[in-house]
């Protein structure tokens, strides 16, 4: 055979043959998520169609993360009708409070997403699990309420682009910084309606975490997923999240990629996406005249327990530049408490930061750091959209924890290399 | 299905935030969006629209967020159809599902100019330009997704099925 990894996930949950490129087909899904935006939305469709039930109460994931803790009464409304959804059904993996976390943070390491699966969530982050090997794609609300009752959704089968890596990552550069190359080598609508599929001799020296970063950010290049390998340091990782029966998972040696894109990683600098495309994007040392306001370490792109360590290893024994935020938003409670357990957060406070909870607050403008008009913040979110973290005249510019924390540190946007 | 209005025109990569800014994200309510869509482009932009205008936009029309708000607030805002270059994938699946018509393009969307009037046969895919005397289609649409949309759209397909 000489399929893709995306063809090859595909064709285990679909009755007919995958041809090839183009074909629209129906396929069953291992799992549909919502958060407390979009699953009130899908929930009023899943009543006006007149579903009674889900088609698992064990596969369906209700994640309250976007304007929680709730920021005013209409999303503590939000939340309400979700809880009262997810008890009406006996959905098993509801999250409010003090076990919820950023979704695509939390499910990854609760172990609830593995290689191979289908996830359809309506979020357009879903597409992070790739990074797991798990074909997941954001949808909207509608089409999730028809995944949660009937368990399928339709797929058009998409173009694969293919991503060579080579090299090793340099210091103070992550996955971040190789998906904001990435997305500036494509463009924003460079990979619309495709797959990318990242694969290579530098596959080895990228942690899963990393891959997690670079698969998050696939939809900001327009893919439906972007997928790695499930490769011998993927099951360490599931392993440690609590799974087991998991396996390896490659594309055919044979499959054929129209478009191959190759990354030398060795020759990366470390990267920032300004204003107000991601796709925007230039090397951090030419960017350091440019002064901040605001710096926000967090986010289902780089709120990890590796985004903290790299962030604090910068701010030890440092402080933030006077009159400048430091927000560090870890993404779920147990990347919080890990943070806690190695001093993380210690560091932080002493470098004056603001610690938040687990909470998508300002990525998306929610709350926990809204910019006033003519103020500019550098985050490791994902999206520097005109007003996407407030005022329609304030800037968002994007990076990863390493130009973060040592931008915190002069109130500059600084490559940390030159700090 | 057939619309007529007047042709805005609108950029490259709008965004689901210009149409819909998060901040407006507490309502699933079509109408209570549409007072506010494209507020991330200008707060007051939907002053400027007549219920049944049409947008006519460059590339990657909807790029961004899942939020099905985004097309509910086009509708809301009495917009039936959004002509583009091209549209992001998740939007484009949402804008169906919501029975917001989309017609994609290409280059031909640089034939139309702002406030021309347009006659739209939806189904067929014809855009006429009465302004310009000028005719242009779109690629039909695969099988199935005109079946969802002979039944009225994906609540009432999904609807048909349960009750089968």
């Given at each position: 055979m000489r399929r893709t990894l995306a063809e090859k996930i595909l064709q285990q949950f679909c009755e007919e043959e995958i041809q090839g490129p183009g074909q629209i087909i129906q396929a069953g899904v291992s799992g549909v998520l919502a958060n407390d935006i979009t699953a009130p939305l899908a929930i009023k469709s899943f009543e006006a169609m007149g579903a009674e039930s889900v088609f698992d109460p064990n596969r369906i994931f209700l994640v309250c993360d976007h304007f929680t803790p709730n920021k005013d009464i209409a999303s503590a409304e939000q939340v309400k009708t979700v809880r009262q959804f997810a008890r009406k059904m006996g959905i098993t993996h509801y999250y409010e409070g003090g076990d919820c976390g950023v979704e695509h943070a939390l499910l990854p390491e609760a172990g609830l997403i593995g290689p191979g699966d289908i996830i359809v969530g309506a979020d357009s982050h879903t597409c992070t699990y790739g990074g797991i090997g798990s074909f997941a794609t954001g949808l909207g609300s509608t089409d999730i309420a028809a995944a949660m009752v009937l368990g399928r959704t339709w797929f058009k089968v998409p173009e694969t682009i293919r991503i060579d890596l080579e090299g090793s990552l340099q210091e103070h550069c992550g996955g971040k910084d190789v998906i904001l190359w990435l997305i500036s080598r494509l463009g924003v609508d460079g990979a619309l309606y495709k797959a990318l599929e990242f694969s290579g001799p530098g596959l080895d020296r990228l942690s899963v975490e990393a891959r997690l970063t670079v698969a998050n950010m696939a939809i900001e290049a327009g893919a439906k997923v972007g997928l790695f390998p499930c490769d011998q340091m993927t099951l360490n990782y599931l392993q440690a999240a609590g799974r087991t029966g998991d396996r390896e998972l490659w594309p055919d040696p044979e499959a054929a990629y129209p478009e191959r894109i190759s990354i030398d990683l060795d020759r990366l600098p470390p990267q920032v996406a300004c204003p107000h495309l991601p796709e925007n994007v230039r090397p951090a040392e030419e960017l350091r005249e440019i002064p901040l306001d605001q710096v926000v370490i967090g986010s289902c792109t780089n709120g990890r327990i590796s985004d903290l360590r790299a962030a604090a290893a910068i701010l030890k024994g440092r402080k933030a530049a006077q009159g400048l935020r430091l927000i560090v938003l870890p993404a779920t409670p147990r990347v919080y408490a890990q943070a806690l357990h190695e001093g993380l957060l210690e560091t932080f406070m002493q470098a004056g930061a603001i610690i938040g909870p687990p909470t998508c607050g300002p990525c998306l403008g929610g709350h926990m750091g809204i910019l006033a008009s003519g103020e500019r913040c550098l985050a490791t979110t994902n999206r520097n959209f005109?007003?996407?973290?407030?005022?329609?005249e304030s800037e968002v510019y994007l990076s990863g924890p390493s130009v973060a924390a040592a931008s915190a540190v002069t109130g500059r946007i600084t490559d940390p290399n030159k700090l | 299905m057939f619309f007529q209005g007047k042709a805005h025109k609108l950029g490259a990569h709008i965004d689901t935030d210009a149409i819909i800014p998060a901040k407006y994200l507490v309502s699933t309510e079509k109408e209570v969006l549409g007072r506010s869509c494209m507020a991330g482009i200008?707060?007051?932009?939907?002053?400027r629209i007549s219920p049944g205008d049409i947008i006519v936009a460059d590339k990657n029309f909807g790029c961004g967020s899942s939020r099905e708000h985004a097309p509910l607030a086009i509708l809301g805002a009495g917009i039936p159809v959004v002509i583009a270059h091209s549209f992001a994938r998740i939007f484009y699946r949402n804008g169906f599902n919501m029975g917001l018509v989309l017609l994609e393009i290409g280059d031909d969307v640089h034939q139309i100019d702002q406030d021309d009037h347009l006659k739209i046969d939806a189904l067929k895919g014809l855009i006429t330009d009465q302004s310009k005397d000028l005719t242009l289609s779109t690629a039909p649409l695969p099988e199935f997704m005109r079946d969802i949309l002979s039944k009225g759209g994906l609540v009432n397909y999904v609807r048909e099925r349960l009750a089968a």
């Amino acid at each position: 055979m000489r399929r893709t990894l995306a063809e090859k996930i595909l064709q285990q949950f679909c009755e007919e043959e995958i041809q090839g490129p183009g074909q629209i087909i129906q396929a069953g899904v291992s799992g549909v998520l919502a958060n407390d935006i979009t699953a009130p939305l899908a929930i009023k469709s899943f009543e006006a169609m007149g579903a009674e039930s889900v088609f698992d109460p064990n596969r369906i994931f209700l994640v309250c993360d976007h304007f929680t803790p709730n920021k005013d009464i209409a999303s503590a409304e939000q939340v309400k009708t979700v809880r009262q959804f997810a008890r009406k059904m006996g959905i098993t993996h509801y999250y409010e409070g003090g076990d919820c976390g950023v979704e695509h943070a939390l499910l990854p390491e609760a172990g609830l997403i593995g290689p191979g699966d289908i996830i359809v969530g309506a979020d357009s982050h879903t597409c992070t699990y790739g990074g797991i090997g798990s074909f997941a794609t954001g949808l909207g609300s509608t089409d999730i309420a028809a995944a949660m009752v009937l368990g399928r959704t339709w797929f058009k089968v998409p173009e694969t682009i293919r991503i060579d890596l080579e090299g090793s990552l340099q210091e103070h550069c992550g996955g971040k910084d190789v998906i904001l190359w990435l997305i500036s080598r494509l463009g924003v609508d460079g990979a619309l309606y495709k797959a990318l599929e990242f694969s290579g001799p530098g596959l080895d020296r990228l942690s899963v975490e990393a891959r997690l970063t670079v698969a998050n950010m696939a939809i900001e290049a327009g893919a439906k997923v972007g997928l790695f390998p499930c490769d011998q340091m993927t099951l360490n990782y599931l392993q440690a999240a609590g799974r087991t029966g998991d396996r390896e998972l490659w594309p055919d040696p044979e499959a054929a990629y129209p478009e191959r894109i190759s990354i030398d990683l060795d020759r990366l600098p470390p990267q920032v996406a300004c204003p107000h495309l991601p796709e925007n994007v230039r090397p951090a040392e030419e960017l350091r005249e440019i002064p901040l306001d605001q710096v926000v370490i967090g986010s289902c792109t780089n709120g990890r327990i590796s985004d903290l360590r790299a962030a604090a290893a910068i701010l030890k024994g440092r402080k933030a530049a006077q009159g400048l935020r430091l927000i560090v938003l870890p993404a779920t409670p147990r990347v919080y408490a890990q943070a806690l357990h190695e001093g993380l957060l210690e560091t932080f406070m002493q470098a004056g930061a603001i610690i938040g909870p687990p909470t998508c607050g300002p990525c998306l403008g929610g709350h926990m750091g809204i910019l006033a008009s003519g103020e500019r913040c550098l985050a490791t979110t994902n999206r520097n959209f005109k007003g996407r973290m407030g005022s329609l005249e304030s800037e968002v510019y994007l990076s990863g924890p390493s130009v973060a924390a040592a931008s915190a540190v002069t109130g500059r946007i600084t490559d940390p290399n030159k700090l | 299905m057939f619309f007529q209005g007047k042709a805005h025109k609108l950029g490259a990569h709008i965004d689901t935030d210009a149409i819909i800014p998060a901040k407006y994200l507490v309502s699933t309510e079509k109408e209570v969006l549409g007072r506010s869509c494209m507020a991330g482009i200008q707060e007051d932009w939907v002053q400027r629209i007549s219920p049944g205008d049409i947008i006519v936009a460059d590339k990657n029309f909807g790029c961004g967020s899942s939020r099905e708000h985004a097309p509910l607030a086009i509708l809301g805002a009495g917009i039936p159809v959004v002509i583009a270059h091209s549209f992001a994938r998740i939007f484009y699946r949402n804008g169906f599902n919501m029975g917001l018509v989309l017609l994609e393009i290409g280059d031909d969307v640089h034939q139309i100019d702002q406030d021309d009037h347009l006659k739209i046969d939806a189904l067929k895919g014809l855009i006429t330009d009465q302004s310009k005397d000028l005719t242009l289609s779109t690629a039909p649409l695969p099988e199935f997704m005109r079946d969802i949309l002979s039944k009225g759209g994906l609540v009432n397909y999904v609807r048909e099925r349960l009750a089968a």
